[in-house]
């Protein structure tokens, strides 16, 4: 009897010591993967960093070479040429639908929000570029400018 309850001793000891081992393998494979994750979560943020430190390398002036340059010119004349359309996008549905002068507090609440949106367009363009503010400014200003025309009572509306 005593030699039974040996075996059955040193089998659950065998037992829990294999579970135990396989516990730690567990853990030193699963360390192994979040390493990795880790990695390709860096690797993308870099990759992801890569392209907007070359273009503010590139407008700063640094010397890349001439297919950079290229391609790098293109990407700006494209941001520049999709900023313009986003503008006059904006600013054509920022034109308010008048059709006469006769309601002026109408018109002026119309003028007003013209306004606002043409400040909106000149806020968002001033956090994109330089050249794009001239263009959304310009936008802005003929927005304001049709909305002042239209506000403006016509002298049929008058008698």
């Given at each position: ?24 393998n ?9 390493g ?39 990407l ?18 920022a ?23 043409a ?21 802005a ?19």
């Open positions: 009897m005593p030699n039974i309850t040996e075996k059955i001793k040193t089998t659950w000891f065998k037992c829990v010591e294999t579970l135990g081992q396989s516990a730690a567990m853990a030193e494979s699963a360390k192994q993967k979040l990795e994750i880790n990695m390709e979560a860096r690797r993308k943020e870099v990759e992801a960093e890569l392209p907007v430190k070359l273009m503010q390398m590139w407008k700063d002036g640094a010397d890349l070479p001439e297919e950079l340059n290229e391609l790098l010119t293109e700006n004349t494209l941001e520049e040429d999709l900023a313009a359309a986003r503008a006059a996008r904006l600013a054509k549905k034109k308010p639908a008048i059709t006469d002068g006769s309601d002026a507090v109408t018109n002026n609440e119309q003028v007003e929000e013209a306004v606002e949106v400040e909106e367009m000149i806020t968002e363009a001033v956090e994109t570029s330089e050249e794009e503010l001239t263009e959304a400014v310009e936008a200003e003929e927005v304001i400018a049709e909305a002042v025309e239209n506000a403006q009572p016509t002298e049929e509306n008058n008698d």
